[in-house]
């Protein structure tokens, strides 16, 4: 059986796959040109999301002949949905979860970026300014704060985890998950407004889909509190960017943290740059690989690999055919 594994970073290692699975015939490729030349007689395709756009599609829709999996190694698809989608009789899975920790510890550091004033103390260092007196008052406890997390998957329940650590009050938005230790309460998509109303801090943690882009805009933000925060590490096309310029330049709200935007990389002419009480990153949140040598990642992939060989149903299924984009 030919398997065909796409890497971004070249040259890339993936002896763990090839060493535990002797049996199998893995190929390595780094672009849409080696996939359309070597898929056609492949049965799996190991690929990125990140490159699962325009060019790759067409590759992959040409040579899918033999294709009956592609598992992707991010726990993203979306840009795969958006550009074309897939061959009708393929199977998708993916690494849900798989960054969830390490997207909390970002979505946490940028809250506490905003709470505790480091854009200001950092401007203050740059200028060689002690502004104790003028900085001090602004800075507020986490401690009986309440986050609002929207999405309560891999990422949102690590986020709740570290949030409880920091004595804070947690309710989610979700259409399935259960009030438990880590969350007070539970609220559905149609009463979002309810769960903002109570929120200090609020976490994006969604997939993009046609149902939640500009999940956050205008009348959401009028629903918040003033001091409040907005931090996304998910989709940068969950929030409305204009509504956000406008409620953390008006006043609406306290501020927001982002680790993704709508345009990426975002343009040096886009004015999220100079709002004073946003924080950005250049979507580093996942951090620490993701490539092929990723010890958690490798787990993933081997497990489900073994799990089809075996004929037995895999993990992190996909069901993309009933996404909408």
Not at 103 to 129: G, N, P, T, Y
Request: include cysteine; charge should be negative.
């Amino acid at each position: 059986m030919k398997v065909v594994y796409n890497s971004r970073i070249e040259p890339a290692d993936i002896s763990r796959l090839s060493d535990r699975f002797p049996e199998l015939d893995f190929v390595l490729t780094y672009g849409p040109d080696g996939v359309a030349r070597e898929l056609g007689d492949a049965e799996i395709l190991f690929i990125s999301n990140r490159v699962y756009v325009e060019d790759m599609v067409a590759a992959v829709n040409a040579n899918a002949s033999s294709l009956k999996l592609i598992h992707f190694t991010t726990s993203g698809i979306d840009k795969a949905l958006k550009s074309g989608g897939f061959p009708a009789h393929v199977t998708v899975a993916n690494v849900a979860g798989l960054r969830g920790p390490t997207l909390a510890e970002h979505a946490f550091a940028l809250l506490l970026c905003l709470v505790h004033r480091f854009r200001a103390i950092e401007a203050a260092r740059q200028s060689h300014s002690w502004r104790r007196d003028e900085i001090s008052p602004t800075i507020a406890a986490l401690k009986g704060q309440t986050l609002a997390i929207i999405g309560m998957g891999a990422t949102g329940q690590s986020m709740a985890r570290k949030a409880k650590a920091f004595d804070m009050r947690v309710i989610g938005v979700s259409r399935a998950y259960v009030p438990d230790g880590l969350v007070e309460e539970v609220f559905p998509r149609e009463r979002v407004t309810e769960a903002l109303a109570q929120a200090d801090a609020v976490l994006m943690s969604m997939p993009s889909t046609a149902e939640t882009r500009g999940f956050l805009h205008a009348g959401m933000f009028a629903a918040m509190k003033p001091s409040a925060f907005v931090i996304n590490v998910a989709r940068g096309d969950l929030i409305d960017e204009d509504d956000l310029i406008a409620a953390c330049q008006s006043g609406t709200i306290g501020g927001a943290g982002l680790d993704v935007t709508v345009a990426e990389p975002l343009p040096a002419d886009s004015p999220l740059w100079d709002v004073e009480n946003i924080v950005l990153s250049p979507h580093v949140g996942g951090g620490g690989g993701g490539g092929p040598e990723d010890t958690a990642l490798n787990d993933m992939l081997i497990e489900n690999l073994a799990l089809y060989l075996a004929g037995k149903p895999l993990k992190r299924l996909v069901d993309w055919r009933n996404m909408a984009v």
